[in-house]
């Protein structure tokens, strides 16, 4: 750190005073870059560098030898790759369609209301998102058993299981884990959602309402327009994040004496890949079609939703 | 017309309460009761506290005390990758803010590109990545990529862009101070608040991670709660009727599994509550307005 305080100890011997907060030239140090120094080797061991090992492995064999897209086509082939993609849209659609309606929904009718029931409500909602990982599952697995969950008339009544394992019948899944994802995450969007609604200007409501515009007007032509930006965020992130599931189907797999297979969704199927079969090759070319759709979904969302400021 | 309205929209905020908050309910009142009992008695009725002590002594003594040493991981890696986080990211964020070098831009697009991908898209490459460099097994390989936590970094790029008043810098510069003295005479101690929201996020990140451990680690004596409370779940009849007699041996029921349930996700809940404001303006960090 001594050398750019004698340089620019220097540069301040050499310059006008008037001059001194002018960005100095020459051999000094650029500013702030000393300063990223220590994040940097983390950025590129934990961010840059396991994508690209993992293309490198995608596109080799076991023994390094160069294969083009064989890996993907191999992967492509097995008998559980589409329908691990399958599971993992249609439970994607299903926690989009939910989080879209409900989240947006309850988002609006809070903000209609006295701020501190809102308050209560918007806590309420958010209390869940502390029970993340697998301690939501958990809970869940409880929720589904009907022979211990507060719900056990609804499993009875509308999914028409009396068993556990009824619950988790193959065809329930992409709805059951939806709901865990609603459940633990919705909350914490309808806090984002809410919150800018809140940057809705009060004299563009109050104009609506003098021009006659009821609530419900209002909020489906006035604020839903407003807020399309972080509905867009919400839409791309959440799938982004559901392609990669794994927790949810890992811990049924468990519960389940293996009625549920140990290769339900793609990171799942990945996984077994690389443990059961070691063929690490396979499960790199697996982890970069995720990976492609993770890194889709971000570049299109820096680039395109202008919700993050990349300019000082 | 308007009280049918307002009625109706109470409803229906009230429904989702109930099944926002009910499972955290049945969760906090199932240790209370003996398995047994969970399925007699109403699914909400609590039981007695000497069923809670009870359902602790089993939990305890499963596996000559590992639920313990879950915990002890959980927060020995937390703890260490989040004084990581905070030792890179502030500064980190204070140089691409402030600073003006070769290559500021692509490093933070590069962040925030990494830090918006879903953290489980990453989770096999690390693994593929540090099995090659043989790290697997060791507790590095959790902590040291727990460490990489590029919203941190956001975020306090996000202060120092929108807060730190440029003329102030200037000023100690002019004072003599060097690069270094400034960040932490002056931009360090205005980072406070900034500090609290890395150090939440982070811990909680780590905390609730269980992915990447379960990948990267071989030995159940390593794992993280979040990775031991799968284990227990496999040796719990009510889920794995084939662990039947083995449940009974080692007395792992539904109260048992709910209490372990309870206490790990408890480190998280308090830090919930004591920072929900912080939380909230941590989640609209990005609608800032520019």
Do not use: C
Request: proline share 6%; hydrophobic share 55%; net charge positive.
């Amino acid at each position: 750190m001594s050398s750019p305080a004698l340089t620019s100890a220097q540069a301040e011997a050499a310059q006008p005073r008037g001059l001194r907060a002018a960005r100095p030239r020459g051999p000094r140090v650029p500013r702030g870059l000393p300063f990223i120094v220590p994040y940097l080797p983390f950025l590129i061991a934990f961010g840059i560098a396991p994508m690209l090992y993992a293309l490198d492995l995608a596109v080799t064999n076991a023994n390094g030898g160069v294969t083009g897209f064989h890996n993907f086509v191999r992967t492509f082939r097995d008998y559980r790759f589409v329908p691990a993609f399958e599971h993992i849209l249609l439970y994607t659609s299903v926690w989009l369609g939910t989080l879209i309606v409900f989240v947006v929904g309850l988002a609006l009718l809070l903000h209609g209301r006295a701020n501190r029931v809102s308050a209560t409500f918007r806590f309420l909602f958010y209390m869940p998102g502390a029970l993340a990982g697998a301690a939501s599952v958990l809970v869940w697995l409880f929720m589904l058993d009907p022979a211990v969950s507060p719900g056990s008339f609804l499993l009875r009544h509308v999914l028409g299981a009396q068993l556990f394992v009824q619950s988790i019948a193959p065809g329930h899944l992409p709805f059951v884990f939806a709901m865990i994802a609603f459940w633990t995450g919705a909350g914490g969007w309808i806090v984002v959602m809410y919150g800018a609604l809140n940057t809705i200007p009060d004299e563009l409501e109050e104009a609506a309402r003098i021009d006659g515009a009821g609530p419900f007007t209002i909020a489906l032509r006035l604020k839903l327009p407003l807020i399309r930006k972080w509905i867009a965020y919400m839409i791309i992130l959440s799938f982004a994040t559901g392609t990669q599931l794994f927790i949810e189907p890992q811990l049924v797999n468990e519960a389940s004496l293996g009625l549920v297979p140990d290769t339900w969704s793609s990171n799942q199927l990945a996984y077994q890949l690389a443990f059961r079969y070691g063929d690490f090759n396979a499960a790199a070319a697996i982890a970069v079609d995720l990976l492609v759709i993770g890194l889709l979904a971000a570049v299109l969302i820096v680039t395109r939703t202008g919700l993050f400021r990349r300019e000082g | 017309m308007r009280v049918t309205a307002r009625g109706l929209r109470l409803l229906i905020l009230a429904a989702f309460a109930i099944f926002f908050v009910i499972p955290i309910g049945w969760l906090i009142l199932a240790p209370t009761k003996a398995d047994g009992a969970l399925v007699t008695s109403s699914p909400l009725s609590f039981g007695s506290f000497h069923q809670v002590a009870l359902a602790w002594d089993h939990l305890d003594a499963f596996s000559d005390h590992i639920y313990r040493l879950w915990i002890g991981n959980s927060l020995l890696y937390a703890f260490s990758a989040t004084a990581i986080v905070l030792a890179t990211a502030i500064p980190a964020g204070y140089g691409l803010a402030l600073g003006n070098f070769p290559g500021r831009r692509a490093v933070l697009t590069l962040t925030l590109v990494v830090m918006i991908m879903p953290a489980a898209a990453l989770v096999l490459p690390i693994f593929l990545e540090l099995n090659a460099m043989h790290l697997i097994g060791s507790v590095l390989s959790v902590i040291l990529p727990f460490s990489f936590f590029p919203f941190g970094v956001y975020l306090a790029y996000l202060y120092y862009a929108t807060t730190m008043p440029r003329d102030l810098l200037d000023a100690a510069r002019v004072d003599g101070a060097g690069e270094w003295q400034t960040f932490r005479r002056v931009a360090l101690p205005l980072a406070k608040p900034i500090v609290a929201l890395v150090f939440f996020f982070s811990f909680v990140a780590d905390w609730n991670n269980f992915f990447l451990p379960y990948a990267v680690l071989a030995d159940s004596s390593q794992y993280p709660i979040q990775v031991g409370l799968s284990n227990l779940l496999s040796s719990t009849p009510s889920f794995n009727p084939a662990q039947g007699g083995g449940g009974q041996q080692v007395n792992i029921f539904r109260p048992e599994l709910a209490l372990a349930t309870l206490l790990a996700v408890i480190p998280v809940a308090i830090v919930f509550l004591l920072s929900q404001r912080a939380l909230v303006r941590g989640m609209l960090g990005g609608a800032v307005k520019q």
